[in-house]
RNA sequence: GGGCCGUUAGCUCAACUGGCAGAGCAGGGCACUCUUAAUGCCAAGGUUGGAGGUUCGAUUCCUCCACGGCCUACCA
């Protein structure tokens, strides 16, 4: 039987129960038990969906999967009422219900109501996936995220740890006095970061507006107003390609704290992600993948030029640099790309994929840093590091540029170097507060699904978004 | 954006070198009063992602399109 005739004898079904007056569209129903009982409960209630369908000549034995697990039922049409009857008779698999009757144990030692009392809270109409594999087509698991949630219980567990880890990271910064904020997520210039921003347009302004690629300057300005500890966690929105790594939307943790700095910064993500592992993972070590990652500290430290120096390369030597980018990447037009360009390119594919255990990154140069920091008495260098995890970009962090003419003079450059397809602006608003006065004050930003994705051992950050983007199916 | 791969029943999967598209689950019927991937029997379910082409004949080969996956590029 195919799909459309499953949908119209379940439509039938629907109709049959209308006209007995039992709504197959149910209300409220009061439950006393989750899939928590225990023997010889008299009158429990229970609701949840039918997730399997045991009949067995008068009797029937059902599968109730309500949120906290699964309960078993056990039916007998001669101990129920003429109305539980004919919603037992117009029962499918799929259908959320609500019983109520007493609990027993059954010969193989399962506990199970007894259902005295039965009534249809939601009548399905379309065929469950298939019960023993589930719904493993990734497209459909994605585009109908509620199936996947239905039919495969792991990916719940990935969601409850993702909610969780954010629970843990509100309680340990509002635990250290931390402020959580919000701030503009529609802003006239994009900044805080370098990505393509998605535009928009607000019509009674008669404004173009952009989503935020980065929630940075808003916070700064409040150290500037004087909060000295705040924190946001939201979605940012960047207008690039979409991988195992990048979801357009994505969502950032993003701490400043006055009077600290990238230091301050490096204990606290170190503090951070160390509890929430401990918590979330029960130790030091998780399993990420084909790889082991031990999160014992303190953690590594090694400088960017460092490890452009383990491969054997001087960053500066520029005809060395661009040899090695063209071998790295090969067959790629590399003329349009600067020295620093290259030299993240050499970066990710050959160092980034050996720093599994958690690895700080430290002191980038500046013309990759426009926000941060010089380290005193080295202008080209800054105070700044990137953590990775398992091969991950998990955390950066640096000292933040509180100079309100140097971060000037940097913002005019980057506008002056600007590339065709990624248009920059100065955000004067930005400098002028900084011209107000900024706290010398630390910085973090910490990739929430990533951070999620090695906590869960996900291989792509789809498994850990809810509803990724996904291309219309038209 | 480029390369490679995939798309078969509601779901999970088969189908040799181009030769009648097949199972299991779900759904329908029958039997069965302790099953738990219940069981046994019977019947049904397909525009093989879409459009073209080659061929006596296409799920299979070719072209284009759609969607997805992986790699790559962009995203400090």
Redesign the pocket.
Known sequence: ??????YH??LE?RELLQKQRLEPYGRAFKRSVTAEISEGQKGVSAAGRIM????????????LRDDSG?I?L?L?P?TLDAASVFCYENL???DIIGVRGDT???????L?I?VQFLTILAKSL??????????????????YRE?DLI?NREVKDVFRKRSRLLQLTREFLTSRGFLEVETPMMHPIPG?????PFITHHNALNLDLYLR??P?LYLKRLLVGGFEKVFEINRSF?????????NPEFTMLEVYEAFSDCSGMMELTEELISSCVKELSGGVEISYQNSVVNLARPWKRVKWVETFAQLGLNWQDEPAVRQMART??PG?DDSG?SL??CL??I???LVQPGLIDPTFVIE?PR??????KSLPGNLEMTERF?LFLAGL?VA?AYSELNDPVEQKERFEEEVKTQ?P??PKEVDYDYITALEYGLPPAGGL?IGIDRLVMLLTDS??I?EVILF???????
């Open positions: 039987m195919g799909q459309e005739e499953i004898q379940r079904k399997a369908f045991r009949r067995h000549g008068r009797t029937a034995f059902l599968d699964k078993q056990y007998k001669e499918d698999i799929g027993f144990r059954t010969r193989t030692g399962e199970t007894a379309r065929p469950l996936p298939e019960k023993w594999h589930g719904l493993k087509d990734v497209e459909t698991r994605f585009r199936l039919m805080g970061a370098e990505a393509r690629i980065a940075e960047r207008n690039e390609g979409i991988s195992p790594l990048h790295v990447s790629e790309k620093f360009d993240d390119a970066f990710k594919k980038y013309q990759v840093s426009p926000l941060a990137e970009e950066n590339r397809d990624r930003g291989s792509s789809r990724p983007l996904l291309r219309p199916k038209s």
